[in-house]
């Protein structure tokens, strides 16, 4: 009997229907052990000796394995063909070794790059050992981690207050959207204006052309900088005579893109479907494991972690014999095409994510995927045979039209465009999405040198320079991937974490720092600086993927990192918390104390004379404040500043108008936890009516009639057709709501507030499972038992909205933290925050190992 060991049950079950009754194929459900989120788990003095650790549910499985071996002849190692399959191969082989389970067994590594019956079979003809190069790789990035999170981020709480975590490359990967931010805030846009003209034919075909030349001089962007010059030039070609000087037409060629890696497929996944990075790749894990094709299980694209572009020999044949018998012999390329790497330091040594047989077409599988995975496969599949299609053939034409002006000088306009002559490759596949023009829409008609053309309109057109766009998931990794940081195994993770910390958040698809995590950057930029170098990260990536060849000895490489940076966490940590203040108001200047249209000191205090404006923590993270507190007691939310600009100011809020009912003003100020709008003022020690402007909303643009809907919630929707008693909308702590007798429903978004009906409500309410009146608390997702007090940790659906529960805590979910993807460590600094305030508390040692835990990771 032999015993496989792979990483996932859905694998298993596939490659166990490959290798019949003489094998046993177990999951090991991912790592099997990690760190323990102590410190002391990684000794630098000691050697660099790690303490590893299992939970409750990884000792169970690893029982399960080892009981199998023992009465097995040997064990076969399956699991994933990069450096964390190397590395739960390694796992599992040490802790079968400390149980005693192999003995005289023989111990075996497969690999294979696709979960098909030729290839796991191949793979079991070919054993090896397991490569000692990658598993020291593994060693020295996961100690580096360790010890960058549980020594950093203690720092990060001692000296910024509501900071979370630094990491080694998240805090790299969140410098670039802050960088980004900061050139988009700091941009200056710039005017210029272009000279467009409508001509046509004598035939009556028109086209458009663009103003590009002065007798004889090429006018550069920003050659005509106002509307004034425009008009000028507008004036002397009020009666133009216009003839074609110079007609040009070239050959060329269009190439298509190399087969996907990891990062390609995320960016393309992003702008054509519409898929997150994380989406993407957990319908790719899935697509590789195996789908049941009637009967069979097949993995139907390799593995989907890697970054490179080659493609196996047999794989290239099978898709060009597909594309001939599609598309036919045109469209096969003389000799297959070769790609290569592109990427810094590109070392998975995997093959590009192909479909395992293309053969298999979309149309086909389409009864056997749910949408997600016919949309991803659709995507693979293409873009594979379009790499091995032959080139499209354009033809580019480029026509000058010249006229002379009443000045006298010659002025030029151009028209370009493009004809398909073969469509090669863009039959199937175009990389990113086309815009609507088509290939006609761009043709130029028939135009002969000589030729005296009419102009249809001639005007003067405005334009702006724009900043860069924010980072997209898919731009992002890019970039990361241009600048050698990260790998194909970790952009997902990064962006995760960064999101779960509340660093970023996403709006319409692009990645924007919160507050949070800009404070974070640039305290890092100000006190560890080297650490958040971009090329010190590729640097040191590119030395870990030196030990994953072996060209270097990885204790070694922790140990040039350890000494400098301890080094640099000694340094600071007498530093006093206004010193570190202080430095980030200069480097977060322009962000939070931007320059007034008055001409004011940015950072004199509006609501005193003569206190200055400065960044200040508190309970809730940072805030500014005046330097005269308690005397002053102007304070605001961090962001741009334009509080201070306008009629908004602490103690001087904006009015927007007054209330026709009750004749009291409403007006609009800026609160410690956010943007409000408040009816009348206080008067007996009675409150005002206040509401919250909700996050989707621009407090800019909030105008009296949106002020006056957002005072009137909560607003009565109908009777309930049961219970005869009201059903009420409004906005509260979790967004929009439907309520009726302490059943809450969410609601799409804030404008439905307004508008839902009474079925629409009725019906949402139903759909929540009530009990006694209320809704019944039930479990979404089982996450583990707690590591040092046992106990299983669960994700629960409740009334109120998800939380985390482990024995009588109970602690809510972050509104940035979906039910779904909230992780172990994430739900053990819930808890022990929770647990922290009062109810029934863990042990205070168990409290902080789990913190500690969250913050690491």
Not at 42 to 49: E, K, M, R, W
Not at 603 to 621: N, W
Request: aromatic residues 8%; hydrophobic residues 35%.
């Amino acid at each position: 009997m032999n015993v496989v060991v792979v990483e996932s049950p859905a694998k298993a079950k596939t490659i166990n229907k490959y290798l019949g009754k003489d094998y046993t194929v177990l999951a090991s459900y991912g790592h099997v052990r990690d760190l323990p989120a102590k410190d002391g788990s990684v000794q630098p003095d000691n050697g660099f000796a790690m303490t590893w650790q299992m939970d409750s549910k990884s000792s169970k499985r690893i029982n399960d394995i080892a009981n199998a071996v023992k009465a097995s002849d040997r064990l076969i190692l399956a699991t994933d063909p990069d450096r964390e399959g190397e590395a739960i191969s390694w796992h599992v082989l040490e802790i079968l070794r400390k149980k005693g389970a192999l003995k005289d067994k023989s111990v075996q590594r497969v690999v294979f790059n696709a979960i098909t019956r030729s290839a796991v079979t191949e793979a079991m003809a070919t054993p090896r050992d397991l490569d000692q190069s990658l598993i020291e790789a593994y060693l020295a990035r996961r100690a580096l981690d360790y010890l960058v999170g549980f020594t950093l981020s203690p720092v990060l709480w001692r000296k910024l207050p509501g900071a979370r975590s630094a990491g080694r490359v998240q805090s790299v990967a969140l410098r670039l959207v802050c960088d980004r931010e900061l050139e988009i805030e700091s941009f200056k846009s710039q005017e210029f204006w272009t000279i467009e003209a409508a001509m046509r034919t004598g035939e009556g075909n028109e086209f458009a052309t663009r103003l590009t030349s002065i007798d004889g001089t090429k006018l550069g962007k920003f050659d005509i900088p106002d509307e004034a010059s425009a008009k000028a030039i507008e004036t002397v070609l009020q009666d133009p005579r216009f003839s074609v000087d110079r007609v040009e037409s070239k050959p060329a060629k269009r190439h298509p893109q190399p087969p996907f890696t990891t990062s390609t497929l995320q960016q393309e996944a992003s702008r054509k479907l519409g898929f997150s990075a994380q989406r993407t790749m957990q319908v790719a894990q899935r697509l590789y494991e195996g789908i049941d094709l009637g009967g069979e299980t097949v993995g139907l694209i390799t593995y989907m972690r890697t970054d490179g572009v080659q493609m196996a020999g047999e794989a290239i044949a099978a898709t060009r014999n597909v594309i001939q018998k599609t598309f036919g012999e045109p469209y096969v390329p003389g000799s297959p095409r070769v790609y290569r790497t592109k990427a810094k330091n590109a070392q998975e040594a995997h093959e590009a994510i192909r479909p395992t047989d293309p053969g298999r077409t979309p149309e086909e599988m389409r009864r056997y995927l749910d949408d997600d995975q016919l949309k991803l496969y659709t995507l693979v599949w293409k873009r594979t045979l379009a790499s091995q299609m032959e080139s499209a053939e354009l033809e580019r034409t480029t026509a000058d039209i010249g006229s002379d002006g009443l000045d006298g000088k010659r002025y030029v306009f151009r028209a370009t465009g493009s004809v398909t002559r073969f469509d090669g490759f863009l039959k199937l596949y175009q990389e990113g999405r086309d815009d609507d023009d088509s290939e006609d829409a761009k043709r130029l008609p028939k135009l002969v040198k000589g030729d005296v053309v009419g102009v249809h309109k001639l005007a003067g057109e405005q334009h702006f320079t724009e900043p860069p766009p924010r980072y997209s998931e898919a731009s992002l990794i890019k970039k990361m991937e241009e600048l050698g940081i990260g790998r194909p195994s970790t952009y997902t993770a990064i962006l995760t974490v960064l999101r779960d910390r509340g660093y970023v958040r996403m709006d319409k698809r692009k990645l924007i720092p919160e507050d949070k995590g800009r404070l974070v950057t640039a305290f890092l930029e100000s006190f560890f600086a080297k650490y958040v170098q971009y090329d010190f990260t590729a640097n040191l990536e590119q030395q870990l993927d030196q030990v994953s060849a072996g060209e270097i000895e990885w204790k070694t490489l922790l140990d040039e990192f350890w000494k400098d940076f301890i080094g640099a966490v000694d340094e600071i940590k007498d530093l006093r918390i206004t010193e570190v203040l202080e430095a980030l108001n200069e480097i977060l200047g322009p962000h939070v104390f931007p320059a007034r249209e008055d001409g004011t000191p940015a950072r004199k205090c509006p609501a005193c004379d003569d206190g200055q404006l400065s960044l200040k923590v508190g309970k809730f993270g940072a805030f500014i404040g005046c330097s005269n507190y308690p005397d002053c007691r102007y304070t605001r939310q961090l962001g741009n500043g334009e509080d201070d600009s306008d009629a908004a100011k602490s103690g001087e809020p904006a009015e927007l108008g007054i209330d026709p009912q009750t004749g009291l003003p409403v007006t609009r100020h800026t609160g410690r936890f956010g943007p409000y709008l408040q009816l009348g003022e206080a008067e007996d020690g009675e409150k005002p009516k206040r509401a919250s402007i909700p996050k989707d909303y621009d407090p800019a643009n909030v105008t009296l009639e949106i002020a006056l809907r957002l005072l009137s919630l909560p607003r009565e929707v109908g009777n309930h057709p049961e219970s005869g008693k009201p059903i009420t909308a409004g906005i509260g702590r979790y967004g929009p709501f439907v309520q009726h007798e302490g059943v809450f429903a969410n609601l799409e978004n804030t404008e439905e507030v307004f508008s839902v009906g009474i079925n629409r409500a009725v019906d949402l309410l139903a759909q929540k499972k009530t009990r006694g009146g209320r809704k019944a608390a039930s479990a979404l997702r089982e996450l583990g038992d707690h590591p040092d007090e046992g106990g299983a940790i669960q994700v629960m659906d409740g009334r109120y909205g998800p939380y985390v529960k482990h024995g009588k805590i109970n602690a809510t979910l972050p509104k940035d933290v979906k039910p779904e993807e909230v992780t172990l460590a994430q739900a053990l600094e819930l808890i022990a925050a929770k647990a922290a305030k009062g109810g029934k508390k863990p042990k205070r040692k168990a409290a902080k190992k789990s913190k500690t835990a969250a913050e690491a990771k």
